[in-house]
């Protein structure tokens, strides 16, 4: 098997041929020629249906998670594809108290007709004997986003299995070359590649990769009676951004890194969380489970104003609701319902000089 950067570069590729580019351009239809047959087959006959551009990701993107990919037109569309297409009236649903807020709220609200039996159960645990008694689908997120804590996912999912439950990984923070949930046992693996796929901050993309091909199917199926498809020519740009993955998240995890040693000795900042660090409370089963570490972070200042001053103090970070791109950004959580104090931050290193960040960092605190 090709190494991470080979993949991200190559993945997705077709045959190359005298006098072809390299990556084919995007293809844009409604419609397709029908050949004058009634008997379609795999050919694409509707844009709802299928566009050759969408499956040239897929196939990358599928073969960094170890499954069959599906891509949807954002994370939270991944996810809702996903809980729609598996989830019936009156199941029982096991998510994280403390993973993506946006998810817990899709559920309670848009989901509420399905009357569904919610079990909330916080991402380092402990899961109780009998948490997934009964279970439909069990929705982990790890590391969580935005506290960073960890669960150990081949555990959970054998508890899941043995109880007749899914188990999918909301696998955003980690990336698919951070980790690979389908071959821990997980049984669908969903993504916001808005964050570190694409990565530059200008696209919105999201998808699921499954390893059963009757799951598969059936998530087509919603995809394309929803219409929650992806645009064609954002789908390429996705695709065309995929090739530096493996470039970024080496810049953001070293990053991340340094930044994490610089502030926790900082008398202004408490709880600094990395997963990569050998202190943090999550390395350990971490370890295990990653193949490498991402650049996200999370440190606490005193309050909001404290945060709003340090963002206007420094240079090079910028205030921002995502995480995962080129530009290294702060989002103060609190503002958004997450329940963690006034000055909670999650910080996303982005691919700026190691040193330039830190002094950056360190001088926005000190001013």
């Known amino acids: 098997m090709y190494g991470d950067g080979t993949r991200c570069v190559h993945g997705g590729e077709t045959e190359p041929a005298a006098g072809e580019s390299f990556m084919p351009g995007p293809v844009f239809a409604a419609p397709?020629?029908?050949g004058g047959s009634d008997r379609l087959g795999d050919t694409d006959f509707y844009g709802r249906g299928g566009n050759p551009t969408w499956?040239?990701?897929?196939?990358?993107?599928?073969?960094?998670?170890?499954?069959?990919?599906?891509?949807?037109?954002?994370?939270?569309?991944?996810?809702?594809?996903?809980?729609?297409?598996?989830?019936?009236?009156?199941?029982?649903?096991?998510?994280?108290?403390?993973?993506?807020?946006?998810?817990?709220?899709?559920?309670?609200n848009e989901l509420a007709e399905l009357h569904l039996r919610v079990r909330e159960v916080p991402?380092?645990?402990?899961?109780?004997?009998?948490?997934?008694?009964?279970?439909?689908?069990?929705?982990?997120?790890?590391?969580?986003?935005?506290?960073?804590?960890?669960?150990?996912?081949a555990a959970l999912a054998e508890r899941a299995h043995a109880a007749g439950a899914l188990l999918a990984v909301d696998n955003t923070t980690a990336t698919p070359l951070g980790?690979?949930?389908?071959?821990?046992?997980?049984?669908?693996?969903?993504?916001?590649?808005?964050?570190?796929?694409?990565?530059?901050?200008?696209?919105?993309?999201?998808?699921?990769?499954?390893?059963?091909?009757?799951?598969?199917?059936?998530?087509?199926?919603?995809?394309?009676?929803?219409?929650?498809?992806?645009?064609?020519?954002?789908?390429?740009?996705?695709?065309?951004?995929m090739a530096t993955l493996d470039l970024r998240l080496a810049r953001q995890a070293e990053n991340a890194a340094v930044l994490a040693e610089a502030l926790s000795g900082h008398a202004d900042v408490t709880g600094v969380r990395w997963p990569g660090m050998p202190s943090d409370p999550a390395h350990e089963v971490a370890s295990r489970q990653m193949r490498r570490w991402g650049g996200v972070l999370r440190f606490e200042l005193r309050d909001a104003e404290a945060v709003e001053r340090f963002v206007n103090r420094s240079h090079l970070v910028s205030g921002a609701t995502s995480f995962g791109g080129v530009h290294s950004t702060v989002d103060r959580r609190a503002q958004w319902g997450d329940p963690v104090p006034e000055g909670f931050v999650r910080f996303s290193a982005g691919c700026e000089d190691p040193a330039d960040l830190v002094a950056d960092v360190l001088a926005a605190l000190r001013r």
């Open 55 to 108: 499956r040239a990701l897929e196939t990358a993107v599928g073969d960094l998670d170890g499954g069959t990919c599906l891509l949807l037109p954002s994370g939270m569309a991944a996810i809702g594809t996903l809980l729609r297409a598996v989830l019936h009236a009156g199941d029982v649903l096991v998510l994280p108290t403390d993973g993506y807020y946006a998810t817990r709220e899709f559920v309670r």
């Open 123 to 153: 991402t380092a645990g402990p899961f109780p004997d009998d948490v997934f008694d009964d279970a439909r689908l069990v929705l982990l997120e790890t590391p969580s986003n935005p506290g960073l804590d960890v669960c150990d996912i």
């Open 179 to 241: 980790q690979r949930p389908l071959e821990l046992g997980a049984d669908a693996v969903v993504a916001s590649d808005t964050k570190a796929l694409c990565g530059h901050s200008d696209l919105l993309l999201g998808h699921v990769s499954v390893r059963d091909e009757e799951l598969a199917r059936r998530l087509g199926r919603v995809r394309t009676l929803s219409g929650a498809i992806p645009a064609p020519f954002e789908t390429w740009l996705a695709h065309r951004s």
């Open 32 to 34: 397709y020629h029908l």
